[in-house]
């Protein structure tokens, strides 16, 4: 099975400051991997798709890169409301598992 | 607008069963693949079932067996019917759809594009 391993697990930012979460796969996913922001309480959000593809609404100062088992989430200009967790998933693996990251709780 | 909202949660003893509903506006239900992720209390998000469609079912390993998924698309509706309930369900039940994407050369990817608020289920004696 496809492991993803996130970096850090926590991570201490300010506001309009920019911060980096890395996410690696245990094999290549190609651009199958999408993230995901959950605050407290609340569903998880879908952020980005096909690695670096912003979903509809969520703000520019979201993005995405990399491919086949190296990948980034990177939040530049923070606001308060991005303090959350954030979650990588992949969407590659046969059999289907759709293994998430364990997260990234991103704090002020 | 696309709204899900899950309703059938609460509290079980090991060994029981419960059935949890999706309710699902504001997409032609009947054609998206849906999916079930869950989240134990303090803990991250764990896939546990998807349904094509054209009903293809996959289940993560450790709901095989005990868990299935269904779809009623006359009523708009997902299901996920959990028996023998063990203490390491216990957990907030997500539904999703799954968004299929492409781009000018093909299929782009795949992701759970719009959840639930999720419900609760406990499993303890």
């Known amino acids: 099975d496809i492991q993803l391993t996130q970096s850090p697990s926590f991570l201490s930012a300010s506001v309009g400051g920019r911060v980096t979460i890395t996410c690696r796969a245990s094999?290549?996913?190609?651009?199958?991997l999408a993230w995901y922001q959950q605050k407290p309480g609340k569903a998880p959000k879908l952020l980005i798709y096909?690695?670096?593809t912003l979903h509809s609404g969520v703000p520019s100062r979201f993005s995405g890169t990399g491919s086949g088992t190296e990948f980034s989430l990177t939040i530049s200009s923070l606001q308060p409301e991005d303090f959350a967790t954030y979650y990588c998933?992949?969407?590659?693996?046969?059999?289907?598992?759709?293994?998430f990251g364990q997260g990234t709780k991103l704090e002020i | 607008e696309v709204d899900l909202t899950e309703s059938g949660g609460g509290f079980v003893h090991p060994g029981g069963s419960l059935r949890l509903s999706c309710a699902a506006s504001?997409?032609?239900?009947?054609?998206?693949?849906m999916t079930w992720v869950r989240q134990a209390p303090g803990k991250g998000l764990e896939w546990v079932a998807t349904?094509?469609?054209?009903?293809?079912?996959h289940y993560t390993d450790s709901v095989k067996g005990r868990f299935t998924i269904s779809r009623d698309n006359s009523k708009n509706t997902l299901h996920l019917q959990m028996n023998s309930l063990r203490g390491e369900d216990t957990a907030v039940y997500f539904c999703?759809?799954?968004?299929?994407?492409?781009?000018?050369?093909?299929?782009?990817?795949?992701?759970?594009?719009?959840w639930g608020q999720g419900t609760l289920v406990t499993v303890s004696s």
């Open positions: 999703a759809r799954v968004q299929f994407y492409y781009d000018n050369i093909g299929f782009n990817g795949r992701a759970f594009d719009f």
């Open positions: 504001g997409f032609t239900f009947s054609s998206s693949s």
């Open positions: 349904i094509t469609g054209s009903n293809v079912i």
């Open positions: 094999q290549s996913i190609s651009t199958y």
């Open positions: 096909a690695a670096s």
């Open positions: 998933q992949e969407l590659n693996s046969h059999p289907r598992r759709y293994t």
